[in-house]
């Protein structure tokens, strides 16, 4: 299961890369392989302290193990150890970084664009909510940040970095950002910034970026799409329901985007990515270093980011990855996100059918993405929740690895029935993750351990 062909194409790489330095005199850095093989050992067995993350009876959370190549190639790049700071750290890295992220852009349609690779989404929104705040403090845009309250936790911690004022606006019951909510904030004024989030973290909820752009129109306001997870999915519209097919193709009209390579891009972790429509937004990372940018007139890549140092070896990584699986739609790379999603369908509607009687599905209709969540049929919310701890565990002691969420009760009433007074209490879900291609093949092997450990609990529960 972990051991493929990856050593060996490593090797014979190494031995080319090597040839290309073969003018220095020869030089062998000392290397202890018996001390290294020791700790090596050692590291096999600790690293066993993990969820089977590369497994498709891994279904939790946003796990993944890298694609070989970009494993075969990060190890590859690291030989060299190359920094994307700057021309003097990384030449043919920093070159790739630049096409591979061209390669992004253009899933949205950008051929002119600011953008580079972040160590994570973290800080790719960071970049972007900073060039919001630049701008604020320019004059040009108000100060206020809102997101919906299903967008990632950090928008919250970034702005509040940032010392930008942030406010939540409610959410439907799909997990997508209410507009009339998003009305009302936007009159009382100031906003500077909405973040859409194109894929929640939580359910894969999609914003309803065609609303949010047609606010913006009446208010004047930036608008950041979060795609750190769910940005891929542009290259699949055919597989979306017709709201998320909206959202994704207005896209191109954003301001900023982010995505996270590391996340569904099949990148080892270190790799984010964040993009500006207008390229003169660089003027805000205009800086001197007094080591660095000497070597090259071209730019460096550190003149457009926050960040100092950033791994080559990402950079190369994902730009052999494209190179093996182009970010085309129809393609094989987006033929396994489209595998994620049916296999994501499918559950739901194993879920719905709910032959047994323990499921409750969304009230307001299924996965927009590859999420798929559900609680346990139950007098109460507490028991509900107590149930999916246990159903959590009795699926992970038969292999099967879930995650767990807590969700608006109200989310499974069914419509017109918001008064049975669950109020805003939250309910502990069930969750996962369908994000390998792998899983769709799986799909029968992960609902009988799910049939069979929930059978197990609701026996249990009488
Ligand atoms: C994961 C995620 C982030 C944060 O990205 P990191 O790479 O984990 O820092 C932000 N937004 C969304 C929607 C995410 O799913």
């Known amino acids: 299961m972990l051991q493929d062909q990856v050593p060996d194409l490593l090797r014979r790489a190494t031995a080319l ?3 290309e330095f073969s003018s220095l005199p020869a030089f062998s850095p000392a290397v202890d392989t018996e001390g290294i093989e020791r700790v090596l050992g050692t590291v096999a067995k600790r690293l066993a302290d993990n969820y089977p993350y590369f497994h498709p009876l891994y279904a939790g959370q946003m796990l993944k193990s890298p694609h070989p190549v970009a494993r075969a ?11 994307n700071h700057a021309r003097d750290g990384g030449r043919a890295s920093s070159v790739m970084e630049i096409e591979a992220v061209r390669e992004i852009a253009g899933i949205f349609g950008w051929n002119e664009y600011l953008g580079h690779l972040t160590s994570s989404g973290t800080l790719a929104n960071l970049e972007a909510l900073w060039v919001s705040g630049q701008l604020a403090d320019a004059g040009k845009s108000g100060k206020r940040i809102v997101g919906s309250e299903q967008a990632h936790y950090t928008h919250r911690r970034i702005s509040g970095v940032l010392k930008l004022d942030y406010t939540e606006i409610a959410a439907d019951n799909r997990g997508r950002m209410s507009m009339e909510a998003l009305e009302t904030e936007l009159r009382k004024g100031g906003v500077g910034t909405v973040v859409a989030t194109l894929g929640s973290t939580a359910i894969g909820a999609v914003d309803p970026l ?6 913006k129109e009446r208010y004047g306001f930036r608008v950041h799409v979060d795609g750190a997870y769910g940005g891929y999915f542009r290259l699949i519209p055919e597989a979306l329901d017709e709201p998320a097919r909206r959202a994704y193709a207005c896209m191109s009209q954003a301001d900023s985007i982010v995505i996270d390579p590391h996340k569904h891009g099949l990148q080892p972790y270190g790799c984010g990515c964040v993009l500006f429509h207008d390229h003169c937004m660089g003027q805000f990372y205009k800086h001197e270093s007094p080591y660095t940018y000497f070597t090259s007139k071209e730019l460096h890549l550190g003149e457009i980011s926050l960040e ?5 070896a990402a950079a190369v990584a994902l730009w052999a990855t494209q190179r093996l699986l182009p970010l085309a739609p129809g393609g094989e790379f987006a033929g396994g996100l489209a595998s994620g999603r049916r296999a994501a369908v499918e559950l739901d509607r194993r879920l719905r059918r709910n032959e047994s009687g323990y499921f409750q599905a969304l009230a307001g209709g299924g996965p927009e993405l ?8 139950a007098k109460t919310a507490e028991e509900a929740s107590e149930m999916a701890q246990k159903v959590f565990v009795a699926c992970a002691a038969r292999d099967l690895h879930l995650a767990l969420v807590q969700l608006p009760q109200l989310w499974f009433e069914p419509e017109g029935c918001a008064e049975t007074g669950v109020g805003d209490s939250l309910v502990t879900c069930l969750r996962s993750v369908l994000m390998k291609p792998e899983h769709e093949a799986w799909l029968d092997r992960i609902w009988e351990r799910l049939i069979d450990a929930t059978a197990e609990v609701m026996g249990e529960q009488g």
């Open 370 to 377: 590859d999420i798929v969540v559900w609680k346990l049929a």
């Open 17 to 19: 890369l090597e040839d």
């Open 73 to 83: 190639t990060y190890a590859l790049a690291m030989t060299i150890n190359p920094n």
């Open 210 to 215: 065609d609303q949010i752009l047609a606010l």
């Open 308 to 312: 100092c140092s950033r791994a080559g």
